[in-house]
T-cell receptor, first 109, second 114 residues
């Protein structure tokens, strides 16, 4: 089977840096994705790592270590608008994307 | 370019009734995915359609079913509604088959079962 584990909630202050970790167990690995969801709205794609290393997109970066079955999302220069739920996700052999339970990030002033 | 659109945005039903939810993917996308998100929880995979065929389904009972039309739009049907079916139902589409790329989500249909 497949499972993903991520912290249920994280709190940080504006301007800080926060890291959201994700560990996964999969039969076959095709990559790790991250999605952001504000207040039960449409999840939006943030990043996709198929290979080890760090991918940077503006204030957001995503890291993958396939040998450790581990990845993280790094958010820098936190803003109030970054308060949202963040989901890691992995595609499986059957073509479906399996999501973690999500990490609720609260950014405080 | 229009994104993924879903209708209705809200739906209230009573136990035992049937619900039908609709989704229009982004133009050019042939794959459509359905997810269930109960309040405060993660996204649970329901169904994947591509080129009009059901390609995979999640661990949901047969009363959850759907189809994909020739124009790639899709419909999710939930029969014999139960209270625990109350959730946000999200539809997503993708350009690539098999969810290894980016999924584009709609705003969802919130189903309330009384």
């Amino acid at each position: 089977g497949q499972s993903l584990e991520q912290p249920s909630e994280v709190t940080a202050v504006e301007g800080a840096i926060v890291q959201i970790n994700c560990t996964y167990q999969t039969s076959g690995f095709y990559g790790l994705s991250w999605y952001q969801q504000h207040d039960g709205g449409a999840p939006t794609f943030l990043s996709y790592n198929a290979l080890d290393g760090l991918e940077e997109t503006g204030r957001f970066s995503s890291f993958l270590s396939r040998s450790d079955s581990y990845g993280y999302l790094l958010l820098q220069e936190l803003q109030m608008k970054d308060s949202a739920s963040y989901f890691c996700a992995v595609p499986n052999q059957g073509g479906k994307l399996i999501f973690g339970q999500g990490t609720e990030l609260s950014v405080k002033p | 370019e229009a994104g993924v659109t879903q209708s209705p945005t809200h739906l209230i039903k009573t136990r035992g009734q049937q619900a039908t939810l609709r989704c229009s993917p982004i133009s050019g996308h042939t794959s459509v995915y359905w997810y269930q998100q109960a309040l405060g929880l993660g996204l649970q995979f329901l169904l994947w359609y591509d080129e009009g065929e059901e390609r995979n389904r999640g661990n949901f009972p047969p009363r959850f079913s759907g189809r994909q039309f020739p124009n790639y739009s899709s419909e999710l049907n939930v029969n014999a509604l139960e209270l625990e079916d109350s959730a946000l139902y999200l539809c997503a589409s993708s350009l690539t088959q098999g969810a290894t790329g980016e999924l584009f989500f709609g705003e969802g249909s919130r189903l309330t079962v009384l």
